[in-house]
């Protein structure tokens, strides 16, 4: 059979559909070459053939059925873009360092870009984390200034531009750490002599100089040391106002040379919502690399769903070319053409099968698997309150 032919004769070899499709895109798939010879039986079947004539060639049928599969992957791939789209932002969209996915592949859920992103940001607000670089400063110290500018007289790690400013994170100008101050704690205190008499290890040889306490005891004295050197003394602190710092105590001649050390942020790498995003990563569902549905691999609902879609393709078609005449005459009158009915038909069939595809694709995402489980888990509940319980006796 040509497929140049005008006019529907049954095909007699899959090898046919090769060149017959406009994209091409399943052509080489055996199992699409085969289900092409069936569904285009079934089609003309469904239509009429071999009682009526169709007006249309079994290469329009091969066209219908790659569209029907294309649909059906497009319906995979918006089902899937709708439950793991966040597990793709940031990834890679293109270029040799991602394969693709294809529709048939499963998902590795990952916690999400979005949630991994969200957790930097919170992150960053503590400086644990987030993508802006947390850089380091310091200030020489001189008895002779109390306040320095941190933008002009403090060595940054890296410059900040006069359009630019730093958002300073932590000053370290801080008094020695109240550990220092404890004698130590296994030395032979006046404490621990009389604790050690209360216990009648005081005369005991060889003496016995210490008794070993919880660390929670050494946390509870530096707690107290350092309550007492923030209210009853006057505390190494500093002041920030904008990007300058003013020194608490103020600096005397012993201070000379000394360095006081902080961490910061420049603001506009803070405030850059496109950092580490570049071209060629997932932004949005136009660029997230999922491929055309792999046609060997579809099961028998998903191929169903595809032959019926081909022939609600098919009368469209069918209504779309007799629609060009009403009707036809003939030598003892005329007859007259179904094209409208049939385009009305196909199109309505057409938007059922969508419609219902959708609904099964909305009845198991994600979303709904836990309501579905969460309905599971009360229920299960219920039943287990309504459960009498045993009496123990002891």
Request: proline residues 4%; contains cysteine.
């Amino acid at each position: 059979m040509s497929k140049f032919n005008f006019i529907y004769e049954e095909p007699s070899s899959a090898l046919e559909v090769t060149g017959s499709t406009p994209h091409g895109i399943y052509d080489t798939d055996s199992e699409f070459q085969t289900d092409s010879l069936t569904t285009c039986k079934y089609v003309a079947s469904k239509l009429g053939h071999p009682v009526m004539q169709l007006e249309f060639n079994s290469g329009s049928i091969y066209a219908c059925l790659e569209e029907a599969v294309s649909e059906y992957s497009q319906q995979i791939n918006h089902y899937n873009t709708k439950n793991w789209m966040w597990e793709h932002y940031g990834n890679t969209s293109t270029g040799s360092g991602y394969s693709g996915t294809g529709s048939h592949q499963a998902e590795t859920p990952n916690g999400g870009m979005s949630l991994f992103t969200l957790s930097e940001q919170y992150g960053q607000a503590v400086n644990v984390g987030g993508n802006a670089t947390l850089l380091t400063g310091s200030i020489t110290i001189t008895s002779s200034k109390q306040v320095y500018d941190l933008t002009s007289e403090a060595s940054l790690e890296a410059t900040v531009g006069t359009s630019n400013r730093i958002e300073i994170q932590r000053v370290f100008n801080q008094a020695p750490a109240a550990i220092s101050k404890f004698y130590d704690p296994f030395a032979g205190t006046y404490d621990n002599i009389e604790l050690l008499d209360s216990f009648g290890f005081g005369n005991v040889s060889p003496a016995v100089s210490y008794i070993l306490r919880p660390i929670s005891y050494d946390l509870a004295r530096a707690n107290a040391i350092e309550t007492n050197d923030i209210i009853r003394k006057s505390a190494h602190s500093f002041e920030l106002v904008n990007n300058k710092m003013r020194i608490f105590p103020k600096p005397t001649s012993k201070d000379d040379g000394d360095l006081i050390y902080f961490h910061y942020y420049r603001r506009d790498d803070r405030i850059d919502v496109t950092q580490d995003y570049t071209s060629g990563k997932v932004s949005d569902p136009s660029n997230i690399p999922y491929k055309f549905i792999t046609y060997t691999e579809i099961n028998s609902m998903g191929r169903n769903w595809i032959r019926k879609y081909t022939l609600a393709l098919s009368k469209e078609l069918l209504g779309i070319i007799r629609s060009k005449y009403a009707s036809l005459p003939l030598p003892n009158g005329e007859v007259s053409m179904d094209g409208e009915a049939l385009k009305a038909e196909g199109r309505e069939e057409k938007a059922n099968l969508s419609e219902e595809l959708k609904e099964f694709f909305e009845a198991v995402s994600k979303k709904e698997q836990a309501v579905t489980e969460q309905e599971v888990a009360n229920a299960q509940q219920e039943v287990l309150n309504k459960a009498p319980l045993k009496i123990y006796i002891g």
